[in-house]
Nanobody, 124 residues
Framework: QVQLIESGGGLVQAGGSLRLSCEAS????????MGWFRQAPGEERRFVAG????????RYSDSVRGRFTISRDNAKNTVYLQMDSLKPEDTAIYYC?????????????????WGQGTQVTVSS
């Protein structure tokens, strides 16, 4: 079972940037797909971005494409989410997740391991 620990959330003004980190341990990562999801109060958990660890293939939701960038550092077993041009509607708890096959489905039910979440708040 892969363990995931997120960090990097916080409060930022609209137009600002944050970088989230997700450190993974306890598994072989080359065959995993890593994803970032977010959940705002009263809403369902939604896919934000994903990356196939071994190939580096990425996918983004329409709401963040062009503003967010997902990447990974193999040496540090860490996945990042660089968030630029943040908007108040990006406010949510952000979760890192791992899916045990190399295909970015974007479905939360396909992801088997989850981090504890980190709060991102964007003020207007």
């Amino acid at each position: 079972q892969v363990q995931l620990i997120e960090s990097g959330g916080g409060l930022v003004q609209a137009g600002g940037s944050l970088r989230l980190s997700c450190e993974a341990s306890g598994g072989t990562f080359s065959s995993l797909t890593m994803g970032w999801f977010r959940q705002a109060p009263g809403e369902e958990r939604r896919f934000v971005a994903g990356i196939v660890w071994g190939r580096g293939q990425t996918r983004y939701s329409d709401s963040v494409r062009g503003r967010f960038t997902i990447s990974r550092d193999n040496a540090k077993n860490t996945v990042y989410l660089q968030m630029d041009s943040l908007k108040p509607e990006d406010t949510a708890i952000y979760y890192c997740a791992a899916q045990p096959w190399a295909l970015i489905t974007g479905r939360a039910t396909d992801f088997r391991s989850w981090g504890q979440g980190t709060q991102v708040t964007v003020s207007s």
